[in-house]
């Protein structure tokens, strides 16, 4: 953490393509009224250090883009059905994992 005891958004690993993600999660999220949903998840677990104020402000974006991610790694998965199961979620988790 570049010896700093707070987490700055420049900590983050946000790629091009998560960039990008957010971006088109913004235009999604001005149709869906998701906020107080997204501020909750983007709280819990508490993490050791504290975030920044921008950071902070910038959590329900980047929480709403690593779901809209997270849902089109679903679809590849199993693009037949539309129905989500556990074991969908855990392998798409898995692929996140590996790739984030």
Excluded: C
Aim: no cysteine.
């Amino acid at each position: 953490m570049n010896g700093r005891d707070v987490i700055w958004e420049s900590d983050l690993p946000i790629t091009k393509g998560l960039q990008e993600t957010i971006i088109s999660f913004k235009k999604l999220e001005e149709e869906l009224p998701i906020e107080d949903i997204l501020n909750y998840l983007s709280t819990v677990p508490p993490l050791k250090y504290p975030l920044s104020a921008d950071l902070e402000a910038k959590l329900p974006e980047i929480t709403g883009a690593l779901l809209v991610v997270l849902a089109k790694v679903m679809k590849e998965i199993d693009n037949e059905s539309r129905q989500v199961t556990h074991e969908l979620i855990e392998k798409s988790s898995k692929i996140l994992d590996l790739t984030l």
